[in-house]
């Protein structure tokens, strides 16, 4: 299934990413820098937020969890090498797990460098949410890279 895609500016230099299943209410987040913008833009659209996916334990990535889960009572996705400094998880993930979005298979990854351990949330090329990027197949998430086949970017 398709989803689209909505990159929201937060604080004065990072970004949030929407997902949103075309096919169900689903929708996922990306990192939460902060909150205003996220709800903000949930209410434009008139969509609920139900997971969020943390993609490493940096205060600019990670301090409007507590608030969006209040706001959502979102699922939070994240590491379980990095569980011990990330917000409360309802779901901890490991390499080499996949679990599903918009009907298709979202791998996870282990790629340390910015942080010990980082999660890029990648989906394999020709399922039903990537989408061609200006960089190749690649849609950059901050410091991880993510692949989320056929993504509308907006």
């Known amino acids: 299934m398709p989803a689209d895609l909505i990159t929201l500016p937060c604080l004065a230099d990072n970004y949030a990413y929407l997902l949103k299943d075309?096919?169900?209410p689903s929708v996922?987040?990306?990192?939460?820098?902060?909150?205003a913008p996220?709800?903000?833009a949930l209410a434009e659209r008139g969509w609920s937020l139900s997971e969020i996916w943390l993609?490493?334990?940096?205060?600019?990535h990670i301090q409007g969890v507590a608030e969006l889960v209040a706001a959502t009572g979102a699922r939070v996705t994240g590491a379980a090498a990095d569980a011990h400094r990330?917000?409360?998880l309802d779901r901890e993930v490991r390499p080499g797990e996949r679990f599903a979005f918009a009907d298709e298979p979202v791998e996870v990854l282990d790629a340390p460098g910015h942080t010990a351990a980082i999660s890029p949330f990648p989906a394999r090329r020709g399922t039903g949410l990537h989408r061609r990027q200006p960089d190749g197949w690649w849609l950059r998430l901050?410091?991880?890279?993510a692949r989320l086949p056929r993504c509308g970017a907006r």
Not at 55 to 60: G, S
Not at 142 to 145: D, N, T, V
């Open 142 to 145: 901050h410091c991880s890279r």
């Open 86 to 88: 990330l917000p409360p």
């Open 38 to 40: 996220v709800l903000a």
């Open 55 to 60: 993609t490493h334990h940096h205060a600019d």
């Open 28 to 35: 996922a987040l990306v990192d939460a820098p902060e909150a």
């Open 22 to 24: 075309r096919a169900s």
